[in-house]
C-alpha cells in the first residue's frame, strides 16, 4: 500500500506563513503529478496547486503569487509553501499524487488523511 502523510498545519494568523509537507511511503516505483487541495467547512474540495514529474506547476486562481509548490523526487515529498494566508484560506489541506507500485501495475490515486489550516486572529 501507498501511504501519504503531511504535516505542517496550524493556526497562523493573518498576513502569517506556513509550510505543508506531504511524504509518500510504501512500495512506490514511481509518481507522476503531485498536488495540494483544500476543502472548507460546507463547500467541495477545489484544488490548490499540482505539480508533475517534470516540476511544472499549476494553481487556483485565489493562491497565485502566494502560495508555491515544489517536490523532491529523492524524499517523495511534496510540499506547499503559502505565504501572505487569509482567512479565506481557511481548510483541510489534502496532498494527493499519482503512484505506479510495480512496473505491472496501474497508475493509482492516492490521498493523505488531511491537516487542518486556520487563519485568525
Known amino acids: 500500500q501507498v501511504q501519504l502523510v503531511e504535516s505542517g498545519g496550524g493556526l497562523v494568523q493573518p498576513g502569517g506563513s506556513l509550510r505543508l509537507s506531504c511524504a509518500l511511503s510504501?512500495?512506490?516505483?514511481?509518481?507522476?503529478?503531485m498536488g495540494w487541495y483544500r476543502q472548507a467547512p460546507g463547500k467541495q474540495r477545489e484544488l490548490v496547486a499540482t505539480?508533475?514529474?517534470?516540476?511544472?506547476?499549476n494553481y487556483a486562481d485565489s493562491v497565485k503569487g502566494r502560495f508555491t509548490i515544489s517536490r523532491d523526487n529523492a524524499k517523495n515529498t511534496v510540499y506547499l509553501q503559502m505565504n501572505s494566508l487569509k482567512p479565506e484560506d481557511t481548510a483541510v489541506y489534502y496532498c494527493?499524487?499519482?503512484?505506479?507500485?510495480?512496473?505491472?501495475?496501474?497508475?493509482?490515486?492516492?490521498w493523505g488523511q488531511g491537516t487542518q489550516v486556520t487563519v485568525s486572529s
Open positions: 505539480i508533475t514529474s517534470g516540476a511544472s506547476t
Open positions: 494527493n499524487a499519482d503512484v505506479l507500485r510495480t512496473i505491472s501495475a496501474r497508475w493509482g490515486d492516492y
Open positions: 510504501g512500495r512506490i516505483f514511481s509518481i507522476n503529478a
